[in-house]
Nanobody, 116 residues
């Protein structure tokens, strides 16, 4: 089992920045990849970015210029740096982990609101 706890959400003005964090615990060694997804009101959950245990990352095309995923293996933590935020980025951001047995784990989500 893997547990995920997100932090770092909040209210930010357009053009501002936030850094989300996702701390993993439990069966850490079983994790093969982690990622960030988001879900805006009335919309489907969408992929933001993923990163493997080797550090290979991938970002959604529409966000790759502004968002960066990274990881600190020593802290078992994945980060999402979000810059130049716009109101359309308002959503609940979820951390996801995949393990080598193809199990999927989700965090509880953290709200990001971009508004003046």
């Amino acid at each position: 089992q893997v547990q995920l706890v997100e932090n770092g959400g909040g209210l930010v003005q357009p053009g501002g920045s936030l850094r989300l964090s996702c701390a993993a615990s439990g069966s850490i060694s079983s994790i093969s990849a982690m990622g960030w997804y988001r879900q805006a009101p009335g919309k489907q959950r969408e992929l933001v970015a993923t990163i493997t245990t080797d550090g290979m990352s991938s970002h959604a095309t529409s966000m790759k210029e502004r968002f960066t995923i990274s990881r600190d293996n020593a802290k078992n933590t994945v980060y999402l740096q979000m810059n130049s935020l716009i109101p359309e980025d308002t959503a609940v951001y979820y951390c996801k982990a995949n393990d080598r047995s193809r199990n999927i784990y989700w965090g509880q989500g953290t709200q990001v609101t971009v508004s003046s």
